[in-house]
């Protein structure tokens, strides 16, 4: 595996929460009109754990400081953010989860690994915080696709625990087998992009972030990684944070080809 250099610019594009984001809150800068109770938030601090059946895949999922900055995430304006802040206070559970899945499992496979022509994502293993994330966005309208859109309406998943249910089993699942790859002619030219403008959020191997939405993009397939990248770039994946647009819109042709074939030769981590 290729190694990044020591020193690199690092172009913050984070993937995270919006009005008002995750990030902001942790660093004291919400709206304020979400300015928290500091005594409630003291409570909240005390609440117990997830049930041990589920805190297996949920402990990267659910960061200590997360029930303290839901409600603040809750008082946002639109439906879609206060569903997702329900979504990420829930306990999944997982048993549900693979009842919910089973219809899912015609594209996404029964291990969640996706299909082989790498037009469908592999879903294992991937963050709970970004599975739910992108399930209320479908829902919600703000990530377009009309079999997804048709999975994830109220007819499918009818409560955000729903959603919780079957993100936490999807995130507890790990990749069976590789995935597919590009061919190899852009790898190293890839991987350079990668470490100069998204390692810095994403993780050296893409593992992405589960306390920040960031995803992890490791052994994902190279034919979705540079489709979602240039859909992003041509405007055609509104709930992309706009930073992300403009930089993947600057980037030539070899160079979305090299940063998918870099990450999807990465090992999917645990």
Known sequence: MLVPPRNRSR????????????????????????????????????????????????????????????????????????????????????????????????????????????????????HFSVLARQLVDYRHGERTDVRMAANADRHRLQTAQDIADIAGYLSGLQRRGPGTVGDGMQVRHGASVYFRLCESCHGATGQGDAAEGVPRLAAQHYEYLLRQMNDAAQGRRPNMPQEHVRLLGELEVQDLVGVADYLSRQIAGP
């Open 11 to 126: 172009v913050a594009c984070r993937s995270v929460l919006r009005e008002p984001s995750m990030a902001s809150i942790r660093q004291g800068s919400a709206p304020e009109d979400a300015s928290p109770d500091r005594s409630a938030m003291k409570r909240r601090s005390n609440a117990p754990s997830v049930s041990a059946r589920v805190a297996a895949c949920a402990r990267r999922a659910f960061p200590s400081w997360l029930p303290l900055v839901m409600p603040l995430v809750a008082a946002a304006a639109t439906p879609a953010a206060r569903e997702l802040a329900e979504i990420l206070q829930s306990t999944p559970d997982v048993v549900r989860g693979e009842e919910l899945y089973a219809p899912c499992a015609g594209c996404h496979g029964p291990e969640g690994s996706g299909n082989q022509d790498g037009l469908v994502p592999a879903l294992a293993g991937q």
